[in-house]
Structures are given as C-alpha cells and as structure tokens.
C-alpha cells in the first residue's frame, strides 16, 4: 500500500523559507517520478517541481530559482525547499508519486502553507 505523508507547512512571512518533506512508503522515491503540486481554493491543482528517477528535474516557472526539489533515498523521502516565498505560494501542496510501470498516481494528505505579506 503506498502512502505519502507530508509535513513541514506552516506560516511564515513574505521573503521567509520552508521545507517541505514527503515520507513515502510502499513505494521507492527513487525508482519513481516523485512530484510537488499546489492548489488554492477554487484553482485546479497546478504543477510546481518534480525529479525523475534518472534524477531529471523541472520546475513551474513561477517557483524556478526559489524552490528546490530533493530526494533522499536512504530515507525515501521527498524534499521541497522554498525559498524567498511570496504571498501568491500560499496554497495546499501536494507530494505525488507516478509509478513508473502503471503510471498510477498517488497522492499524499496535502500540507497548507500559508505567506503573509
């Protein structure tokens, strides 16, 4: 059974930093493209940073140069580091995880993260 737990949201200041991490189980953050997405109310769920298994990696244009996705392996986890965080990355992220020979996609609980101006 996969689950992903994220933690590390919270509510900080314009210009701050957070770092969000992604527990996985029951499936390998290294074997798999592991994913960060981010909703607000009313929005579609948007895309904001992913790594590949081979360790390919993209970004949203909106978040590149401020937010850094990692993995550790030893650990199986996901990390999403944010930095100079504006008001308009207040949102839910997401962890996602796509199985590379399904291409299934699961999804973690979410965790808020709110910027205040």
């Known amino acids: 059974q996969v689950q992903l737990v994220e933690s590390g949201g919270g509510l900080v200041q314009a210009g701050g930093s957070l770092r969000l991490s992604c527990a996985a189980s029951?499936?390998?953050?290294?074997?798999?493209?592991m994913a960060w997405y981010r909703q607000t109310p009313g929005k579609q769920r948007e895309f904001v940073a992913r790594i590949s298994s081979g360790g390919s990696i993209n970004y949203a244009d909106s978040v590149k140069g401020r937010f850094t996705i990692s993995r550790d392996n030893a650990k199986n986890t996901v990390y999403l580091q944010m930095n100079s965080l504006k008001p308009e990355d207040t949102a839910v992220y997401y962890c996602?995880?796509?199985?590379?020979?399904?291409?299934?996609?699961?999804w973690g609980q979410g965790t808020q993260v709110t910027v205040s101006s």
């Open positions: 029951g499936i390998s953050v290294s074997f798999n493209t």
């Open positions: 996602n995880a796509r199985y590379r020979y399904s291409g299934a996609d699961y």
